[in-house]
């Protein structure tokens, strides 16, 4: 692991984003709450938030960190359901792959439930879309 006790305590906070490609009958199915398997968007953001928040344990050489904020917004959309995950966290550094992580755990959770309507649903565009805190300061996505 990277030694970050010399880093100082700041507020970081992470945005990541990704989209799940469907189909309009799938969308559909989705919005009005007729898909096999109950609702997969509570299902999705709870996922998420979890994932956030085992992030150290899934990926090598992660610190855990103490997260103090972890939201997991899915908005249907004319392609498919927009994934969007914020976290936060005072500590030594960032908070990226946790949002990262997220988002890719709401995406696969979504496939998951809806995979026996739609197998080629695609998990897609998965990004960093802002960052803030920590020496190297604030990011944007363009």
Do not use: C, F, N
Request: without cysteine; positive net charge; glycine residues 8%.
């Amino acid at each position: 692991m990277v030694d970050v006790g010399a880093k100082a305590v700041t507020e970081r906070r992470a945005t990541a984003r990704g989209m799940l490609v469907l189909s309009k009958e799938t969308l559909a199915l989705v919005r009005d709450g007729r898909t096999p398997k109950g609702d997969v968007l509570a299902s999705a953001r709870l996922a998420g938030i979890m994932a956030a928040k085992k992030t150290s344990e899934l990926i090598p050489l992660a610190h855990p960190l103490p997260i103090t904020h972890a939201s997991v917004d899915l908005v249907i959309e004319a392609k498919g359901i927009a994934i969007e995950a914020t976290v936060a966290t005072t500590a030594q550094t960032g908070v990226e792959m946790e949002a990262l992580t997220a988002v890719t755990v709401a995406g696969l959770t979504l496939y998951d439930m809806l995979k026996a309507i739609e197998r080629g649903a695609r998990l897609t565009d998965v990004r960093l879309t802002a960052k803030s805190g920590g020496q190297s300061g604030e990011y944007r996505a363009e």
